[in-house]
């Protein structure tokens, strides 16, 4: 835990939390100046250098910061503890627009650093996913009830097709340089009424 910042108020935190979130969700690792971060923050270079020692530091941070508060919030919203996997997913997605709301890039910072390449950053990324996947997934082994579905549904192949959706969705959001969260939920919505319509049965 990096003391130093965690002694900051909450306001001034979130400041260089969402700075960081924006900064590096609209560049690469490589091209995001921690000057910038610091300029958005409405600090010093050297006072942002004083809470964390280098970039790379930095940005680990802000994914674990990232992962942490998703968890978070999705157990706020009680999303592990549904049995209808669709309303488990509505939830979700309240969740994540709450969170949006309060950290406006993180979304489009997830997506940035999961696809970065730069190998200081990547190897550290990919390692923490897989943690807080593995933490996710413990958490989402709910008794779905599989009467619901339509007969013979490949579940598993289920998953694969809602997750590759969502996540070309989000990144052909992001490469326009911003995800407009009214729009999202929308859409989200939109998804999960079609998904419905197809893998659930109909009497």
């Known amino acids: 835990m990096n003391e130093k910042f965690y002694s900051l108020p909450d306001s001034k935190q979130n400041a260089i939390i969402n700075a960081g979130y924006k900064v590096f969700s609209l560049n690469s690792y490589k091209k995001s100046p921690m000057s910038e971060v610091a300029e958005a923050a409405g600090i010093s270079k050297s006072l942002l250098f004083h809470y964390f020692r280098n970039k790379l530091e930095f940005y680990i941070f802000l ?7 998703t968890i978070e919030y999705l157990t706020k919203y009680k999303c592990y503890e549904q049995t209808d996997l669709f309303e488990s ?3 979700g997605l309240k969740a994540k627009i709450s969170l949006m709301k309060k950290y406006p890039y993180i979304g489009m910072f997830a997506l940035k650093a999961f696809y970065e390449t730069d190998p200081s950053v990547s190897a550290a990324v990919q ?8 933490l996710k997934l413990d958490r989402t082994r709910l008794n779905f009830d599989s009467d619901k579905f339509i007969a013979g549904l490949d579940v598993k192949m289920m998953y694969q097709d809602m997750f590759w959706a969502s996540e070309g969705y989000l990144w052909e959001k ?5 995800l407009d969260i009214d729009e999202m939920e929308k859409d989200f919505e939109n998804m999960m009424e079609f998904w419905k319509s197809i893998y659930l049965r109909k009497d």
């Open 63 to 69: 994914w674990d910061k990232c992962a942490e508060t």
């Open 89 to 91: 997913m509505s939830l």
């Open 127 to 134: 390692e923490s996913y897989q943690k807080y996947f593995n």
């Open 174 to 178: 992001a490469q326009g340089g911003n």
